[in-house]
């Protein structure tokens, strides 16, 4: 009887209200087996040194499998543990994103801002939750550095807004009146972190973000 052929699985199928056997050697199935083996040899045709140091090393091998599995199910364990920890450090904390959003919390303005692939003339406008403008300015003729977008909160009538979350456009055109592109971006404080399909997504202002998407962190 050789240990290494036992590999076909066990009870594969069972009557209805049974409970179906694993089909998995275990470390204890296979120290079973080797001493039934020992036990029930024939005495005229014992097995040879060989093929019984061979089967030792055998469950030896399965023995170190199993210890290592376990160590790393273990260390995955404690990573996943750790990277949600990491995760919430980031409450609290501002991040900057490519995107157009703006509000205000307690009259103060988040910050923003914008980039041109080449200089131009720019028009900022900034609208409501509504989609209504509630502000447009012409911010003249600027070069390709990082731009903020400076609103103070106000309407076109200079009335403070009330809390709430506003978009911003950018529109840029050079001299001979050819649009431009900008990319924009966008900052906000971390309310929270979920967690979904093991991975961390922030909540800002009612947008959530992955990681992957902040490009600045501060205090």
């Keep these: 009887m050789d240990i290494t052929s036992v590999t076909s699985p066990v009870n594969s199928t069972t009557p209805a209200g049974t409970t179906q056997k694993s089909n998995t050697l275990t470390q204890d199935d296979f120290l079973k087996l080797f001493t039934t083996q020992m036990e029930y040899q024939d005495p005229l045709q014992p097995m040879d040194n060989f093929e019984m140091a061979t ?13 290592m599995n376990n160590t790393l199910n273990q260390l995955i364990t404690n990573e996943t543990a750790l990277d949600k920890l990491q995760a919430t450090s980031l409450i609290g904390k501002e ?13 103060e303005v988040s910050a923003a801002s914008y980039q041109l692939s080449q200089p131009a003339n720019v028009t900022i406008q900034i609208s409501d939750s509504n989609g209504n403008v509630v502000r447009q300015t012409n911010a003249g003729y600027m070069d390709t550095s990082a731009h903020t977008i400076g609103w103070d909160g106000k309407d076109q009538q200079g ?6 979350t506003f978009t ?6 050079d001299q001979s009146g050819k649009a ?3 990319t924009t971006y966008q900052a ?19 947008t959530n973000f992955n990681f992957s998407d902040i ?3 501060s205090d």
């Design 159 to 164: 009335t403070a807004l009330p809390d709430g």
């Design 180 to 182: 431009v592109s900008a």
């Design 215 to 217: 490009l600045a962190i």
């Design 168 to 173: 911003f456009q950018v529109s840029a055109t």
């Design 95 to 107: 991040i900057e994103t490519k995107g157009n959003n703006l509000s205000i919390q307690q009259g």
């Design 55 to 67: 089967q030792l090393a055998q469950f030896n091998t399965v023995d170190e499998l199993t210890t």
């Design 188 to 206: 906000g404080t971390v309310d929270g972190v979920s967690f979904q399909n093991g991975a961390a997504v922030y909540q800002v202002g009612g």
